[in-house]
């Protein structure tokens, strides 16, 4: 099962709803690409490669439900339902990558306007098909870099869930497991949406890959007194000079792997390079609701006192320098990245 | 009202259960050290200060329910609760220097046995009283170092409920407070046990010090983008080296303020340093129920996997690199900590 998917039979978006695992495996079919934009907002949907997905979908649904009796116009309503797709999430940049794509092809098509409609909705399709190919040759890429026996730091999710399947970090770590490497993951709980303890304990327990359960403020001493052998992660969008926007607490536990001289893997397929970005301080870095962080409980009570408030950043930036490696579908990158990422996305 | 106190009419140790806070503001009465070695394990009282004054009032119940006849019967029983109270919590070294302290007059005491429960007793009260003056005196160093109009971060809680009252680290912030400086807390969440979004949290609210929780791996965002001017914490048991035991996370946030030059505070009381251990690596760590990690909700639901496991180690080290200065009672102790550490606990 994708993590999404389009049902031909009920011409509707369907998708795993993210919030509700581990508790329930729920699927919703979305038919509007306003639906879209939510599930994209609320994190229905979440993990820089399947939003991408998910927003083609989007205009294949807008096409789809579109009056536009000819192609102009069609494009016109693709157009529009692509800026508010757009702008449901701003750090990852696989979102205007793949509304992009989309619109490109359709900017150049000059036939009926239902063929038009079809052609999107293939394009959607091929994006899907696209990004689960490129999930497997980043895993067969990354799995080389690790080793058996290997205790594996990860941060936020990666997996299937993040993709359309498979995964990026966590689908290195699927590959290497499946050539028969022996590993162990200390799972990053990731606060405050907690996607590491949900949805990647919940992945590798299908999986049948050891892992354990850590708060993000753990992974400083476990790579410090020497029990860790690699740290992996994701990406929602990677700069021209290896700078790497992902999900809030990367850069420190970047940075403390780094302190340790412990090999620190980015893991993105080349739709999250931004190569029009020189450097990560350009990337937008998404505020959410604070409500997120006070939203916590312990045995059923509330946590945080009356009245109290909270700051919500979703992303920081890791420093290039704090990078061993980005892994790309196209193969393994070394730095010196301002010089070998542009190469990497060119060669695909 | 203090965090710990005695209370001569019911000759009980009643206490803040900092566990129910900030739901509940509840008082418990322990009356034998059996039950002051339980609440300091399951953490109803907690913080190095605090549960250095706990365990002398385990000692004073010890005194008051020994059946002994004379001085020597009494000591052995009192050597005996001491080995209990000291075996409750592993790291924080000022359980070890407060049993030790207790113990140490009483060996030297050759009068009626009952005037020797007297002056358990007394030595508790005086180590508590101790304890808020230390705390005033490392308010006055501290604050020094704080400038109007800065924002903070600040992991765990050091405020008066780490204490007997007013605070460590939280305590400079309160004195800075207090003198007019205008400053801001970022609160470190600190998980697994939310000490800052629960304790933290709720004290400020108390002193009117304006302050926003963020969850543990945000630090580095807002220390990366020049939203922070200093970094303060507590400790649990300092090395002669000047490497800081404290509550897990605190390396990561110590190591995330150096790499963007932002100055990184311990507050400590000398009670605190351990001059017998030349470098952190030789702390004891001590490891906590993994099931404190597992057991985070949102919206009432579990949030981990079935069969889900979980690492919780409660403290990790500072290297003494890190740290900008430590703060004790006796003033500020600047690099190189192996000259200067042991010179100003040596000058109390």
Known sequence: ??????????????????????????????????????????????????????????????????????????????????????????????????????????????GPVDEMRAAVLAEACRIADEDVAINKRMGDHGAALLADGDTIIHHCNTGALAVVDWGTA??????????????????????????????????????????????????????????????????????????????????????????SLIPVYAVVPTSTVDLALAHGGLIPIEQRDPQEVLDIQLHGERVVPEGARARNPAFDVTPARLLNAIVTENGIVYPPFEVNLPKNVHAG
Do not use: C
């Not at 709980?189 to 990647?200: C, I, K, M, S, V």
């Open 170 to 259: 966590l689908g290195v770590i699927r590959t290497a497991h499946a050539q028969g490497k022996r590993l162990h993951v200390l799972v990053d709980e990731t606060r405050p949406r907690l996607q590491g303890a949900r949805l990647t304990a919940w992945e590798l327990e299908q999986y049948g890959i050891p892992y354990e359960i850590i708060s993000d403020d753990m992974a400083g001493h476990f790579l410090q007194t020497g029990q860790v052998q690699k740290v992996l992660f994701g990406g929602d969008r990677v700069a021209a000079n290896g700078d790497v926007a992902n999900k809030i607490g990367t850069y420190m536990l970047a940075l403390a792997a780094h302190d």
């Open 1 to 110: 099962m994708r993590t999404l998917d389009w049902d031909a039979a009920t011409a509707s978006l369907k998708m795993i709803d993210q919030r509700r695992l581990p508790e329930k495996l729920e699927i919703v079919a979305l038919t509007t690409p306003a639906q879209v934009a939510e599930a994209i907002r609320n994190m229905t949907v979440r993990g820089a490669p399947a939003i991408g997905a998910a927003a083609a979908f989007g205009l294949a649904l807008a096409a789809q439900s579109s009056p536009a009796g000819d192609a102009g116009a069609l494009l016109l309503d693709l157009e529009a339902a692509a800026r508010s797709l757009g702008a449901s999430r701003p750090t990852a940049v696989n979102l205007a990558w793949a509304l992009g794509r989309v619109l490109d092809r359709m900017r150049s098509y000059s």
